[in-house]
């Protein structure tokens, strides 16, 4: 993909993203408008309610304004970085911003003090649900970004050879001579050695199948 189109797609998704926001904000101001002035004109007062009415704006808008930022992010990272690294990125600032959404709605419901406790407990409930995965990544990324091996590699990795064919954001898929698929964790492969063996060759691949 040129830069060219990388470039536009790159507007497109900053654009997706004021659009959301700009939408969010003139709806929920419609709502609130209705909620608060028009409805009570025919004696329907549904106030108590219109907090459950914003939570669910805020779902619905705030999952979208998560998603084409992180679109951006991918975007703007393809400038520099092949398309495994920039989709691991958006990844990892999905996973985060739809746990921080998460947080803040329940704050927000809370209210105050209570609010900020509710938030609070619930971020540490993700952040513990979540570790692992966010772990596995941030290893991911940094295997992408640092590069100690690249697709079609003859690798050694925690006792697998073979061929690496695939580095995601959770797993490096591996594979074997038999042609046997192995997902390795990322997170299990930082901190381990990790062997770079000669290419085989078309002979040697051949005689082993």
């Keep these: 993909m040129s830069r060219k189109e990388i470039a536009r797609y790159y507007a497109n998704a900053i654009v997706k993203l004021v659009i959301y926001i700009i939408v969010y904000v003139v709806v929920a101001a419609i709502v609130h408008w209705i909620i608060v002035s028009l409805l009570p004109m025919f004696h329907v007062n549904i106030k108590p309610y219109e907090g459950y009415v914003n939570v669910l704006l805020a779902l619905a808008f705030g999952y979208l304004i ?8 991918y975007w703007s990272m393809r400038f520099r970085y092949d398309h495994p690294t920039a989709r691991a990125m958006r990844n990892v600032f999905l996973l985060i911003g739809i746990g921080a959404l998460v947080a ?3 704050g927000a419901i809370g209210g105050g ?6 938030g609070g407990f619930l971020g540490i409930v993700i952040g513990f649900a979540v570790q692992q995965v966010l772990g596995q990544a941030v290893a991911g990324l940094f295997l992408l970004l640092a590069r100690p091996f690249r697709i079609h590699d003859h690798v050694n990795l925690l006792g697998e050879d073979g061929i690496v064919n695939d580095v995601a954001i959770l ?3 591996v594979i074997k001579s038999d042609g046997t698929k192995v997902l390795i964790p990322n997170n299990s492969i930082i901190g381990n050695k990790i062997y770079l063996l000669p290419k085989q060759q078309p002979q040697q691949q051949q005689q082993q199948k």
């Design 66 to 73: 998560v998603s084409a930022f992180a679109d951006v992010i």
């Design 171 to 173: 797993f490096t898929e």
């Design 113 to 118: 003090v209570a609010g900020v406790a509710v």
């Design 104 to 106: 803040a709605i329940a």
